[in-house]
T-cell receptor, first 121, second 114 residues
Framework: NAGVMQNPRHLVRRRGQEARLRCSPMKGHSHVYWYRQLPEEGLKFMVYLQKENIIDESGMPKERFSAEFPKEGPSILRIQQVVRGDSAAYFC???????????????????FGPGTRLTVL | AQTVTQSQPEMSVQEAETVTLSCTYDTSESNYYLFWYKQPPSRQMILVIRQEAYKQQNATENRFSVNFQKAAKSFSLKISDSQLGDTAMYFCAFHSGSARQLTFGSGTQLTVLP
């Protein structure tokens, strides 16, 4: 059973170009999370998606960033007109459910991909 | 909003010794989960151990154990018999029932010295 796949592992873009990062969740997982890790920092939540729906994008910059998780195919994190400050490692995680049922909370483990390191020249 | 604080940016320990990494958090929730993740140079995020807040017993996984002090909102990681392969960045993380995402601390870089 393959884990969470991310590609490319390394991506170099010049300022003003577009970056597309892909994430294939684990088999059977329908929930995807994107996190960003700036140099020397911890991971910061960006967006949470289910199939064909954005559930929570509270951590995503309002401009230039978008995410999707279509019915078929991987989840895509898209960064338009990249700037040097976008240079970071971008991690995707997936889970089978969010674990919340009828108000009672539980936790379904988020499994992380290997990350995509984006470098903006 | 929840916050997670790791006040030790770097630590080192001699091989075979024991080391403790500190983590504190702030939340108004009563039911939540706490985690320690390891990030080696490969950058892969590896779950080391997890603790459910409603469980009083401290979690253990082989050489890794936690000291969970709910009233103090403290969640430290103890690594016994440190090995060279333990060298990595360690992140403390929090998950509550009301939020779907994980909230991470800033990390502690641990170096195990031969």
């Amino acid at each position: 059973n393959a884990g969470v796949m991310q590609n490319p592992r390394h991506l170099v873009r010049r300022r003003g170009q577009e970056a597309r990062l892909r994430c294939s969740p684990m088999k059977g997982h329908s929930h995807v999370y994107w996190y960003r890790q700036l140099p020397e920092e911890g991971l910061k939540f960006m967006v949470y998606l289910q199939k064909e729906n954005i559930i929570d994008e509270s951590g995503m910059p309002k401009e230039r960033f978008s995410a999707e998780f279509p019915k078929e195919g991987p989840s895509i994190l898209r960064i338009q007109q990249v700037v040097r400050g976008d240079s970071a490692a971008y991690f995707c995680a997936s889970s089978s459910t969010t674990g919340t049922r009828g108000g009672a909370s539980s936790y379904n483990e988020q499994f992380f991909g290997p990350g995509t390191r984006l470098t903006v020249l | 909003a929840q916050t997670v604080t790791q006040s030790q940016p770097e630590m080192s320990v001699q091989e075979a010794e024991t080391v403790t990494l500190s983590c504190t958090y702030d939340t108004s929730e009563s039911n939540y989960y706490l985690f320690w993740y390891k990030q080696p140079p490969s950058r892969q995020m590896i779950l080391v151990i997890r603790q459910e807040a409603y469980k009083q017993q401290n979690a253990t996984e082989n050489r890794f154990s936690v000291n969970f002090q709910k009233a103090a909102k403290s969640f430290s990681l103890k690594i016994s018999d440190s090995q060279l392969g333990d060298t990595a960045m360690y992140f403390c993380a929090f998950h509550s029932g009301s939020a779907r995402q994980l909230t991470f601390g800033s990390g502690t870089q641990l170096t195990v010295l031969p």
